[in-house]
């Protein structure tokens, strides 16, 4: 058996590289066609940062698209061993059904340890390494006309935080804090022209800081200013919190994502969103396991000469409505209030009663 499952995990393995790469160079095609409308716009931006933007968004391409890969190459493996008859051969050496599905949750497995290691560790860091790289050429990274906007609460006072842009990750901005006491009253306003956070001592270091306070006098309430050129300002906001804000979720560590929700329940501010996406982390690289199912029914069917590619055809419109699916699902909880566990978890549950319908049909009864 050492034999025949080390064929099995050498051909998924090939096959599944074969298709991943084909997908990247898809996907680095098209970013790259996307990129190159910045070129010749900066003096400083030419095609070879261009082509480093682009390779920099390659691991959260590969993340996205593993379960997508693997259930392609798997198909296609199991359907070449049935038309060749190499799988009848298994069989009859002692592969049962079960021995089969055994074998391939095991490389299954294989793949849900690559998919949480890209996405919680490969594609944050080139995420993070692009946003300096592109503040660097492009100026700044910003978006909307208020940028982000977070919540915290020291004491008994209230504070909103709005940064406008990032000109590198932990690098601020034009950013605001507005201070309201305990009956939510502006009781001081800072503005700084740029910040940097000093996450080891819990504050950001501000620059050029104009700051108002309003103190009360007897009954009368005077406006204080003051002019810093540099202030620590005390607070447990972080980079990556600011960067989740002011830009997309989706290449934040899981780690990172379930600080930044505690941050935003702590405040009192809406975590549907962050929340799905946390929960589609912990369950998407489990979908791995669910494709290898999936494709294991293919090894027991009978193929025609040619009639491979019709299957293999399938298997590419599974991956891709497996993907569509995982998204639309993702915006109906969000807007529905779905809880979010159920929302994050409903494609993986669906593809797995699909799986194993089709393993207890084709398989187990036939």
Sequence with gaps: MKVLRGLIYRQILAAVLYVTLAFLALFFFFDLVDEMRWVNRNSAYNITHALMFVALAIPGHLYELLPITVLIGTIFVM???????????????????????????????????????????????????????????????????????????????????????????????????YDFDANGRLAAQIHAETAQVDEEHDRWSMQNVQISRLSQEGEKTKLVRSNEKSYDWPTQVTAEMVSAALLKPDNMSTLALFQFIRHLEANGQAVQKYEIEFWRKVFYPLSCLVMVVLALPFAYLHFRSGGIATYVFGGVMAGISFFLLNNVFGYVGTLQSWWPWLTAAAPGLLYTALSLTAFGWLVLRR
Aim: avoid cysteine; aromatic fraction near 8%; glycine fraction near 10%.
């Design 79 to 177: 359907a070449r061993f049935a038309q060749s008859s190499e799988f009848t051969i298994m069989r009859t050496s002692g592969m049962g059904p079960w021995l089969a599905l055994r074998t391939l949750l095991f490389i299954g497995l294989g793949f849900v340890v690559l998919t949480i290691a890209v996405g919680d560790y490969a594609a944050p860091a080139a995420e993070n390494l692009e946003q300096k790289l592109r503040a660097v050429q492009k100026g700044q990274i910003t978006t909307g006309a208020t940028g982000a906007w977070l919540k915290e609460k020291q004491g008994d006072h209230s504070i909103a935080v709005n940064v406008r842009a990032i000109k590198a990750p932990g690098d601020f901005l034009n950013v605001r804090v």
